[in-house]
């Protein structure tokens, strides 16, 4: 993919988006269907024609490219401490994965019986929901890091949130393999947050 701010912001959206959903999710027990739908399907959109295409249009990320303009605007807020630190890990954890094949070839053909339950049940069915968090935890989990979520331990306790959480996550880490294809590194969250805070508000205009 060739490298652009513009492609960086939109996989950098997807990112902030799963990672809100996940402090949401956590601290409240409330799940945006619309913005979870989108996290399944960037997992399963195996051929994407574009960065957008990822998670099904810039009109899918808007959610989240509101939140990142936040963020770049004022990323020392401690209200997005937790999302930035979401984000972080993400990206920590999709280098460990890239380097392991074994898994990601595991990962790939289980998310195939993903997709088939997908087009039976919908993205948001307790099934779907269930495979995908099974599949992180029996890969992405077994990894020395861990993204450490922090919430109401009523709702984290949930089978079904703890489900849900994993599953964003999991979306998260794949939109920061989105991020990397782009060209993103972690010096541009440090060094350049005005060339991207610049195409994100392009991509709002848009969205």
């Known amino acids: 993919m060739q490298k652009s701010w513009r492609n960086i912001a939109i996989a950098l959206a997807g990112m902030t988006q799963c990672a809100r959903q996940v402090e949401e999710l956590a601290k409240t027990g409330y799940l945006k269907t619309e913005v979870f739908e ?3 399907k960037s997992l399963i959109n195996t051929d994407p024609s574009s960065a957008e295409d ?3 249009g810039l ?3 808007q959610p989240g490219l509101s939140t990142l303009k936040d963020i770049l605007e004022d990323h020392r807020s401690p209200g997005n401490a937790d999302i930035l630190r979401y984000v972080l890990g993400a990206v920590v954890l999709q280098k460990r994965l890239a380097r392991r094949k074994d898994v990601l070839y595991i990962i790939g053909n289980r998310l195939e019986k993903v997709s088939q339950q997908v087009e039976h049940f919908g993205c948001s069915h307790d099934n779907v929901v269930s495979n995908i968090a ?3 935890t029996d890969t992405i989990s077994k990894f020395p890091y ?3 979520v922090t919430g109401e331990f009523n709702y984290l306790q949930q089978e079904r949130v703890a489900a849900q959480i994993r599953s964003l996550l999991f979306a998260a880490i794949r939109a920061a393999t989105l991020w990397r294809q782009a060209g993103g590194t972690r010096w541009h969250m440090l060094f350049y947050r005005s060339k991207m805070l610049a195409a994100t508000e392009q991509l709002l205009q848009r969205a």
């Open 59 to 61: 009109e899918a990320v």
């Open 38 to 40: 989108t996290a399944v």
């Open 134 to 136: 099974d599949i992180y």
């Open 54 to 56: 990822v998670f099904g």
């Open 146 to 148: 861990r993204i450490q």
